[in-house]
């Protein structure tokens, strides 16, 4: 499964699975497409980076915010429904995005109609991620997570270059009005696939409500008691953190390489394109019954770049070290959430799910404020080397604490 095509063509056999991959692309591709679009509204209204700073604000913290509520509600509700609130409120907030650009409306309306979008969103990954293995048979779950991820990969590297000509031809506007559009392919997506599989697992349906203390400490339950929960979400932290402090360093690393603004696209799209060549990887180390070594040694190429990137001079050399760290995160993400599906009661896991990735999408942010603190302590260099040396050793820890091996707990149900 080391062909990067593999995984797709695993999943794309099912037509349930190709539905759902379909509506996840067309929604990444608009999301990327519509980041760089709002960014460059903004900064072209206001010229200020504070503008610009609190619209990305907007974008992330509702996720961290309301991520928690959001996984109760994927549990205790219709997820069909939900996926379908979530499309069509963002096709709304696009909407009315694309309203402000063209009726000049207070630029104050952007990051907030962002913010609203973001949060309309929340309970979509728990949703996509908590109904994937009700849709694969057990053979096929590694191989369609590592599809679901690598969309990802191409979309980072797509949805930015595809913004970029937009903006070229036309305007913020159309940007806008386009991502709206993606969000209504995804409903229609969702409305085709089968309302079993979409439903809420049945212990949550059989359940008396609960207050929503007593639903966000089930999920917490449930990782507690997973035994393998601290090196699962702790090696998707690093890689997060990792991601959020290259988003300050790779705008560093592109004027030192003497390509200006354009080398953080360059970095950023060599980053996605090592995640899309990984992807047969990725399946195959989450298919494997040893998934805590291809934790460590994913981990160890999340890292080990970094301080050969603070010496990289030649561009087709930085692009290479980007891919790898794009490569180690993909086989991070697929492996981990591979043995949370396998391994967590299907009737709170998006709940648990709900906990862990606001603690992901806050290590971004942590590592976006943690970088600028390193560059002004030890340089670019010395915080690659520091950031690269600490992930490594963290690498060499999981690899060598003695606890059980991560192993599925649980088997899918197929409900095709």
């Keep these: 499964m080391l062909n990067p095509t593999t995984p797709f063509r695993i999943a794309l056999r099912e037509r349930n699975l190709r539905l759902l991959l379909t509506g996840l692309a067309a929604s990444q591709a608009g999301d990327w497409l519509y980041n760089l679009a709002l960014l460059a509204f903004v900064y072209d209204r206001t010229h200020s980076s504070l503008w610009v700073g609190a619209s990305t604000a907007a ?176 090696a998707n932290l690093i890689a997060s953190t990792v991601y959020g402090a290259l988003t300050v360093l790779f705008v560093i690393l592109g004027h030192r390489l003497g390509l200006g603004a354009a080398g953080y696209g360059y970095l950023l799209a060599g980053m996605g394109a090592g995640g899309l060549l990984a992807a047969g990887l990725a399946g195959r180390g989450a298919a494997s019954g040893r998934p805590r070594q291809v934790l460590s040694l994913a981990v160890v190429a999340v890292g080990a770049p970094l301080p050969l990137l603070a010496i990289a001079g030649w561009l087709p050399a930085a692009l290479v070290l980007a891919g790898i760290f794009g490569a180690g995160s993909i086989v991070t993400e697929v492996v981990g959430d591979t043995c949370l599906q396998r391994s967590l009661d299907p009737s709170v896991f998006a709940r648990a799910y709900g906990l862990v990735v606001p603690v992901c999408v806050g290590g971004i942010a942590v590592g976006a404020l943690l970088a600028p603190i390193l560059v002004s302590l030890l340089g670019v260099s010395g915080a690659l080397a520091v950031i690269g040396g600490a992930v490594v050793a963290y690498a060499l820890l999981l690899a060598r604490t003695p606890r059980p091996a991560l192993a599925p707990l649980a088997t899918a149900t197929n409900a095709r």
């Design 59 to 234: 974008r992330i913290l509702p996720e961290v915010l309301v991520g928690p509520l959001a996984g109760v509600v994927a549990d205790r509700t219709d997820r069909r429904l939900v996926m379908l609130g979530s499309d069509f409120a963002r096709a709304l907030a696009m909407a009315l995005l694309a309203a402000v650009a063209v009726l000049h409306a207070p630029i104050v309306f952007a990051p907030l109609l962002a913010a609203l979008s973001t949060a309309a969103g929340s309970a979509y990954p728990q949703c996509v991620v908590a109904v994937m293995p009700a849709l694969a048979t057990e053979e096929q779950l590694p191989a369609a997570n590592a599809a679901r991820v690598s969309v990802m990969s191409i979309c980072i590297v797509a949805g930015p270059l595809f913004g970029a000509l937009l903006l070229l031809l036309g305007s913020p506007a159309i940007a806008f009005a386009l991502n709206g559009v993606t969000f209504l392919a995804g409903a229609a997506v969702v409305a085709a696939l089968p309302r079993r599989a979409l439903a809420a697992a049945p212990a949550a349906e059989r359940s008396e409500p609960a207050g929503l203390v007593s639903e966000l400490r089930a999920g917490w339950l449930a990782l507690r008691d997973y035994r393998d929960a601290v090196p699962v979400v702790g």
